[in-house]
Nanobody, 121 residues
Framework: QVQLVESGGGLVQAGGSLRLSCAASGSIFKFLTMGWYRQIPGKERELVAAISRGSITNYADSVKGRFTISRDNAKNTIYLQMSSLKPEDTAVYYC???????????????WGQGTQVTVSS
């Protein structure tokens, strides 16, 4: 079993930056593809960025060049560095462990509780 705890959300002005963190428990963390997803009310949760256990990354087109996902297996933590934030990035951001690089469900499917990111114009 893996527990995921996100932190780092908040309110930021357009053009600003935030860094989200997701701390994981469980020894299988380093074997999992990890990802960041986001959701706004009334819409489906969407993949923002994913990182494989070998640190290969994949990004949604809407965030390419602005967001960077990374992982530190020694700390059982992944990060999402968000820059040049836009009001349309406003959402609840969730950390996931176990889905594949395109967001499809795999053998494992762990979720954090989510953290709110609000970008004001």
């Amino acid at each position: 079993q893996v527990q995921l705890v996100e932190s780092g959300g908040g309110l930021v002005q357009a053009g600003g930056s935030l860094r989200l963190s997701c701390a994981a428990s469980g020894s299988i963390f380093k074997f999992l593809t990890m990802g960041w997803y986001r959701q706004i009310p009334g819409k489906e949760r969407e993949l923002v960025a994913a990182i494989s256990r070998g640190s290969i990354t994949n990004y949604a087109d809407s965030v390419k060049g602005r967001f960077t996902i990374s992982r530190d297996n020694a700390k059982n933590t992944i990060y999402l560095q968000m820059s040049s934030l836009k009001p349309e990035d406003t959402a609840v951001y969730y950390c996931n462990g176990g889905r594949d690089m395109t967001g499809s469900r795999g053998s494992y499917d762990y979720w954090g509780q989510g953290t709110q990111v609000t970008v004001s114009s």
